[in-house]
């Protein structure tokens, strides 16, 4: 068992004392911190020491931070918990009861509200007062007639906007979700006493038990074959969010039998291809993505899509897309490398599928349009373009796999090019 030796802290200082309130909100945000970190943090800034705020966030970082998706919430609590109070004004505005015009137009930055709701846990936060003088009382009427429920608000709420509880909600939510898709009509055939074409072979083989006198008619219709699924997840830091909800949804639908896909191939990328099918199998979501994560060391980074699609046609595209295969691909479009090789491996995978549907949470901007150089090589080789920034665009998801025709926003937005 591990041992610690005294500490050589001031006793007046209070340093140890606020270290140890911000793992306690860090652990209250979500990040699985105990005893042994908080006097790990202590001794390592004892030992570093720190001349800048850059030393000091640092050496907090190595000590409280093992896991990629960890590293937004651990930023946003730092900033709350060591910076500016007109910071933590923002972040009180986002909890109290208020009416619109009341609070900061601002919305939250992704895991702001997360890292609120952990250094405010348990403070009063009485409602705001009236906006008139003492003695004047101002009286509202809301109608809530035709609000929406918890679960339909959640659904249609972005994931980066989520606190800790609904992030918890969203993924129960989607861990029920289906991705059902009709069979294929294959060019082979089996028998079947209803089928529409007469089997001429099958006929007279069975007559010749008969002498060679036909007695019933045999009779075939086509075989019907699940297809598989692919999908190739953007990790980078500008997806982390969504990627891990995306992959809960992804797990879901792997683990869900009988809703008709013969596999499901996953992919993650960022400035390399992983692939990640193997850890999908496992039936805990949290293990299943916590391993996927641990192979994936491009977590949180850069950004190439262009190579990493070549990387997926030279090797994987032959193995896994043989089948009429449908291809998701889930990523903002933001690509660092050459638009040209984008186009071309982009056009590459779209004739080698069946269906290839983008998702890109930037389609839940009212303002959207297609700016980026990566956004315009990709657009022209997808079949589908929509949006995958909440529970009810993945929801959507499925009407865009049955129906053909569903283009989504893809119409709309070559019209912009």
């Known amino acids: 068992m591990t041992t610690y030796s005294a500490l050589e802290i001031p006793q007046d200082g209070k340093l140890a004392h606020n270290i140890a309130h911000f793992a306690r909100a860090l652990r209250k945000a979500g990040l699985p911190i105990g005893p042994g970190r908080v006097i790990d943090a202590i001794r390592a800034v004892e030992a570093a020491g720190f001349s800048e705020r850059a030393d000091f966030y640092w050496t907090l970082h190595a000590c409280f931070v093992n896991r990629p998706e960890h590293r937004v919430t651990f930023e946003q609590v730092f900033r709350l918990f060591w910076r500016d109070p007109r910071y933590l004004e923002h972040m009180m505005s986002l909890l109290l009861p208020s009416l619109q015009g009341m609070q900061d137009d601002r919305p939250a930055a992704p895991a702001e509200k997360r890292a609120a709701e952990a250094l405010l846990d348990g403070v009063d936060r009485p409602a705001p007062p009236p906006s008139g003088g003492p003695d004047e009382q101002t009286e509202v009427e809301i109608d809530a007639s035709a609000t929406m ?6 659904k249609s709420l972005d994931f980066e906007q989520m606190s800790v509880a609904e992030l918890a909600e969203a993924k129960r939510m989607l861990s029920r979700l289906s991705l059902p898709v009709k069979p294929l009509i294959t060019r082979r055939n089996r028998a079947s006493a209803q089928g529409a074409v007469i089997d001429l072979r099958r006929t007279l083989r069975d ?33 982390s969010q969504y990627s ?12 869900r039998k009988g809703l008709g896909w013969a596999k499901v191939h996953a992919f993650t990328f960022g400035t390399r291809l992983t692939n990640i099918t193997r850890h ?12 996927a994560g641990a192979e994936a060391q491009d977590w949180s980074g850069g950004t190439r899509i262009g190579a990493c699609l070549h990387d997926f046609n030279r090797d994987w595209l032959r ?6 295969a449908v291809v998701l691909l889930i990523t903002d479009g933001l690509d660092r490398d050459d638009a040209g090789l984008l186009a071309k491996e982009a056009e590459r995978l779209h004739l080698s599928c069946r269906r290839l549907i983008w998702l890109n949470p930037l389609l839940r901007w009212d303002g959207f349009a297609p700016k980026a150089a990566g956004i315009k090589a990709l657009l022209p080789h ?9 529970i009810a665009s993945l929801e959507a998801l499925g009407r865009a796999i049955s129906d053909p025709s569903d283009a989504g926003e893809k119409a709309r937005l070559m019209r912009l090019l």
């Open 207 to 239: 007559s010749l038990r008969q002498g060679g006198e036909i007695t019933h008619l045999a009779r075939r219709t086509p075989r019907l074959r699940w297809p598989n699924l692919v999908v190739l997840c953007d990790i980078s830091g500008s997806m």
């Open 244 to 255: 891990r909800l995306v992959l809960h949804f992804v797990h879901a639908v792997a683990n």
């Open 149 to 154: 429920s918890h679960e339909e608000r959640l």
């Open 382 to 390: 997808v079949d589908a373009f929509r949006a995958s920034h909440s």
């Open 280 to 291: 999908l199998s496992q039936r805990d979501v949290d293990a299943s993505l916590r391993a």
């Open 319 to 324: 193995r896994v897309l043989g089948q009429g």
